[in-house]
């Protein structure tokens, strides 16, 4: 069983490898989202279908009455449009805004976040020092990277813990994540490495997946079929290879027969260098998302420094 307290056992996402989220009863206390958007959205109905907790112990802020009015109809959760109204309510809070809104968000909640309240972020690329910096002392913060498929309960999320947050904190952010998915737990430098490989990954194989059916096409299948076909083999490539947890070198192996096809192909994608694009593609995505974690880190230095105005001497 992977937990919180071991971070270099191997991730599952096998039900059966540990107590099912479901058999479990739902957490104690009120959690609450600010932002009701794309992430959020997933997160509830992971959250609700697991049953981690109650729509009635939930509430969401979103600046847009409309979208309030329609998370409230369709998950029966509280909403609000001011922050505060949740903050003041939460001892989970989840920050599920867009980056670029949240250092403005966490001033806004700072002074009126519960004392022992548990501060979840999801926002990508944004370091638990900036988060630290605009949160009250103290404040337990988790941060983590979600990615896109967590939209469809099929999400692979790192989670990192921040100065104050304790072991139950992250058997708590790994419960919710769960819900939507496979967790792993590491440490915050390794969340740049995370964001190259599994947080850009759906863009790569989405590029893959265009290409396999722009390849269908042009062999003379309709664009439908070889769509559906280019999809769906990734889809059942990757279950076969978690749920046998065989080596992905042996899987390759039982489809390639001597002299056949799939030799011919592999050839042609070893000739093409794509084991080294795909490495150099992680690599220059984990160096970019290392650059704008760095740059909102020297942001937040600036604007201490500008606060604790010039220096004498
Ligand atoms: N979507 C993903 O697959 C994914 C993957 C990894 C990480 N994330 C992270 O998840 C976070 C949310 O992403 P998302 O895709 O869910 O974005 P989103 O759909 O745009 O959701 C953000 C929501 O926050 C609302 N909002 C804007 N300003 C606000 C404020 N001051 N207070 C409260 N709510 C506010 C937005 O309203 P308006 O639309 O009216 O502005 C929107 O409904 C981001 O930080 C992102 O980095 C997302």
């Given at each position: 069983?992977?937990?919180?307290?071991?971070?270099?056992?191997?991730?599952?996402?096998?039900?059966?490898?540990?107590?099912?989220?479901?058999?479990?009863?739902?957490?104690?206390?009120t959690l609450g989202f600010?932002?009701?958007?794309?992430?959020?959205?997933?997160?509830?109905?992971?959250?609700?279908?697991?049953?981690?907790?109650?729509?009635?112990s939930i509430w969401g802020s979103?600046?847009?009455?409309?979208?309030?009015?329609?998370?409230?109809?369709?998950?029966?959760i509280g909403v609000t449009?001011?922050?505060?109204d949740v903050?003041?309510k939460a001892?989970?809070?989840?920050?599920?805004?867009?980056?670029?809104?949240?250092?403005?968000?966490?001033?806004?909640?700072?002074?009126?976040?519960?004392?022992?309240?548990?501060?979840?972020?999801?926002?990508?690329?944004?370091?638990?020092?900036?988060?630290?910096?605009?949160?009250?002392?103290?404040?337990?913060?988790?941060?983590?990277?979600?990615?896109?498929?967590?939209?469809?309960?099929?999400?692979?999320?790192?989670?990192?813990?921040?100065?104050?947050?304790?072991?139950?904190?992250?058997?708590?952010?790994?419960?919710?994540?769960?819900?939507?998915?496979?967790?792993?737990?590491?440490?915050?430098?390794?969340?740049?490495?995370?964001?190259?490989?599994?947080?850009?990954?759906?863009?790569?194989?989405?590029?893959?997946?265009?290409?396999?059916?722009?390849?269908?096409?042009?062999?003379?299948?309709?664009?439908?079929?070889?769509?559906?076909?280019?999809?769906?083999?990734?889809?059942?490539?990757?279950?076969?290879?978690?749920?046998?947890?065989?080596?992905?070198?042996?899987?390759?192996?039982?489809?390639?027969?001597?002299?056949?096809?799939?030799?011919?192909?592999?050839?042609?994608?070893?000739?093409?260098?794509?084991?080294?694009?795909?490495?150099?593609?992680?690599?220059?995505?984990?160096?970019?998302?290392?650059?704008?974690?760095?740059?909102?880190?020297?942001?937040?230095?600036?604007?201490?420094?500008?606060?604790?105005?010039?220096?004498?001497?």
């Amino acid at each position: 069983m992977t937990t919180a307290h071991d971070k270099s056992a191997p991730a599952t996402d096998d039900p059966s490898a540990e107590a099912s989220p479901a058999a479990a009863a739902p957490l104690p206390g009120t959690l609450g989202f600010l932002g009701t958007g794309n992430m959020a959205e997933a997160l509830l109905k992971g959250i609700l279908r697991a049953g981690v907790f109650r729509a009635e112990s939930i509430w969401g802020s979103d600046p847009r009455r409309s979208r309030c009015d329609v998370m409230k109809e369709r998950y029966g959760i509280g909403v609000t449009t001011h922050n505060l109204d949740v903050v003041r309510k939460a001892n989970l809070v989840v920050l599920s805004v867009k980056p670029q809104v949240l250092v403005n968000v966490c001033g806004e909640i700072a002074a009126h976040l519960k004392p022992r309240a548990l501060v979840i972020s999801v926002a990508a690329g944004v370091p638990l020092a900036v988060l630290q910096a605009h949160l009250p002392k103290g404040t337990r913060i988790v941060r983590v990277m979600p990615n896109t498929p967590a939209l469809v309960g099929a999400g692979a999320t790192a989670i990192a813990a921040g100065a104050n947050a304790t072991p139950e904190d992250l058997v708590t952010t790994e419960r919710i994540f769960k819900s939507v998915g496979m967790t792993v737990v590491l440490e915050e430098e390794q969340l740049d490495a995370v964001t190259g490989l599994s947080g850009s990954g759906p863009a790569y194989l989405f590029l893959v997946i265009e290409a396999l059916s722009d390849a269908g096409v042009k062999m003379g299948l309709s664009r439908y079929n070889a769509l559906a076909l280019a999809a769906h083999t990734v889809l059942g490539s990757a279950k076969l290879l978690i749920e046998t947890g065989e080596h992905p070198g042996h899987l390759k192996d039982m489809v390639t027969s001597p002299g056949g096809t799939a030799i011919a192909g592999l050839h042609t994608l070893e000739a093409g260098g794509l084991r080294t694009t795909l490495m150099n593609a992680v690599e220059a995505a984990t160096k970019r998302s290392r650059e704008l974690g760095e740059q909102a880190l020297s942001n937040v230095r600036h604007r201490s420094a500008a606060k604790d105005g010039p220096s004498q001497g």
